[in-house]
């Protein structure tokens, strides 16, 4: 089973861009479909990004569509969430969430799907 590190997080005023990292320790990250939720403070935790194991297949919530970009290098065992054009109410800390499969191209977007999750980092925006 992996474990998750994530970093990049940070204040930053609105309009700003932040790439966030998760970094994988253990074996077969290849093999894992993982994805980016955030939670809000008050709020429940709600689905940002997937991508498959394969890295073939992506799906962001549509509210993000245009401005997030989730990526992942299986060399750098390294998960990937690019943000930009940030807004004041995506403050959050977010987090990314790793589920093992079979299946190369499939995402999953429900976070009951993910059973390996890290420890979260804190993104700020400013208005």
């Known amino acids: 089973q992996v474990q998750l590190q994530e970093s990049g997080g940070g204040v930053v005023q609105a309009g700003a861009s932040l790439r966030l990292s998760c970094v994988a320790s253990g074996r077969a990250f290849n093999s894992y479909a993982m994805a980016w939720f955030r939670q809000a403070p008050g709020n429940d935790r709600e689905f940002v990004a997937a991508?498959?194991?394969?890295?073939?297949?992506?799906y962001l919530a549509d509210s993000l569509k245009g401005r997030f970009t989730v990526s992942r290098d299986n060399a750098k065992n390294t998960l990937y969430l690019q943000m930009n054009s940030l807004k004041p109410e995506e403050t959050a800390v977010y987090y990314c969430?790793?589920?093992?499969?079979?299946?190369?191209?499939?995402?999953?977007?429900?976070?009951?799907?993910?059973?390996?999750w890290g420890q979260g980092t804190q993104v700020t925006v400013s208005s």
């Open positions: 991508v498959s194991w394969g890295g073939s297949n992506t």
């Open positions: 969430a790793a589920k093992r499969t079979y299946y190369a191209s499939t995402y999953y977007d429900t976070e009951e799907e993910y059973d390996v």
